[in-house]
């Protein structure tokens, strides 16, 4: 099992930055792909980031140039920096891992990001 636990969100104004975390913990491995889901009320649930285990990143063209993902395997812990934040970007969003094999996909609880003035 992969217990996952986000941090980080909060209210923030808009163009303002946030950066959230999610620390895993239990059978991770560096091989697990990594990433960030959000999901504001009335919308479908949108893949924000990935990163697999050798760095590769991919992200959603709504936050290119906006958002960093990166991962420390160290700490089992990936990161994702938000910048430039939009009303738009308002959510909540929570972090995932897959194993090796994407068979198996584990979830965080999610945290909330609010962008408001």
């Known amino acids: 099992q992969v217990q996952l636990v986000e941090s980080g969100g909060g209210l923030v104004q808009p163009g303002g930055s946030l950066r959230l975390s999610c620390a895993a913990s239990?059978?991770?491995?560096?091989?697990?792909?990594m990433g960030w889901y959000r999901q504001a009320p009335g919308k479908q649930r949108e893949l924000v980031a990935s990163?697999?285990?050798?760095?590769?990143?991919n992200y959603a063209d709504s936050v290119k140039g906006r958002f960093t993902i990166s991962r420390d395997n160290a700490k089992n812990t990936v990161y994702l920096q938000m910048k430039s934040l939009k009303p738009e970007d308002t959510a909540v969003y929570s972090c995932?891992?897959?194993?090796?094999?994407?068979?198996?996909?584990?979830w965080g609880q999610g945290t909330q990001v609010t962008v408001s003035s």
């Open positions: 239990g059978r991770i491995s560096s091989a697990y792909t």
């Open positions: 990163i697999i285990s050798g760095g590769s990143t």
């Open positions: 995932y891992a897959d194993n090796p094999t994407g068979w198996v996909r584990y």
